[in-house]
T-cell receptor, first 110, second 114 residues
Framework: QKEVEQNSGPLSVPEGAIASLNCTYS??????FFWYRQYSGKSPELIMS????GDKEDGRFTAQLNKASQYVSLLIRDSQPSDSATYLC??????????FGAGTRLTVKP | ETGVTQSPTHLIKTRGQQVTLRCSSQ?????VSWYQQALGQGPQFIFQ???????GRGNFPPRFSGLQFPNYSSELNVNALELDDSALYLC?????????????FGPGTRLTVL
């Protein structure tokens, strides 16, 4: 089992819809979880961090964490074409090692 | 813009050569991590430096080495380059209070090994 797994996609949603991105992780001791957005040819940009079970909202983005199920998700409401990018799930491991999933490519169609 | 800078932007080397990549962390950030991102994959953790010492390392061979300087800037050195070392190399910095390890990336250095 990979340490951080994401659906590779591609995921395509129409403009204005909700995009749902999922991630599972293997280390039960992980405490910090992050979502990064990466446009083609650019470096990852931090968009959400979450540390406690439940939901965390920031504008159109909501991160959800369920430590018992070892599951993290990101919801993007009112998706815009500018949200089209690869979304990376990252989990902080116990030895200062941040592990990333392979990313999910999202396309928002006008 | 995160305030993390990297140089050079692009680099072309041949197999067997050595390369040094540089990173300046965001103001006030004393921890720097390096990642390798191959095409179509997520970043892979190489190592982390804190107070000029390596304090975490991923599954990379010893020919990947680094330094951190008193001003918290950092270098990544790769010896005996292999074709598979072609990738985007990313530097990320973090605040001293940890902030639960929120890291901010620089623009990256694209390395091509021929």
């Amino acid at each position: 089992q990979k340490e951080v797994e994401q659906n590779s996609g591609p995921l395509s949603v129409p403009e204005g819809a909700i995009a749902s991105l999922n991630c599972t992780y293997s280390d039960r001791g992980s405490q910090s979880f992050f979502w990064y957005r990466q446009y083609s040819g650019k470096s990852p940009e931090l968009i959400m961090s979450i540390y406690s079970n439940g939901d965390k909202e920031d504008g159109r983005f909501t991160a959800q964490l369920n430590k018992a199920s070892q599951y993290v998700s990101l919801l993007i409401r009112d998706s815009q074409p500018s949200d089209s990018a690869t979304y990376l799930c990252a989990v902080n491991m116990r030895n200062n090692d941040m592990r990333f999933g392979a990313g999910t490519r999202l396309t928002v169609k006008p | 813009e995160t305030g993390v800078t990297q140089s050079p932007t692009h680099l072309i080397k041949t197999r067997g050569q050595q390369v040094t990549l540089r990173c300046s962390s965001q103001s006030g950030h004393n921890t720097v991590s390096w990642y390798q991102q191959a095409l179509g994959q997520g970043p892979q953790f190489i190592f982390q430096y804190y107070r000029e010492e390596e304090n975490g390392r991923g599954n990379f061979p010893p020919r990947f080495s680094g330094l951190q300087f008193p001003n918290y800037s950092s270098e990544l050195n790769v010896n005996a380059l292999e074709l598979d070392d072609s990738a985007l190399y990313l530097c990320a910095s973090r605040r001293p209070d940890g902030s639960y390890n929120e890291q901010f990336f620089g623009p990256g250095t694209r390395l091509t090994v021929l």
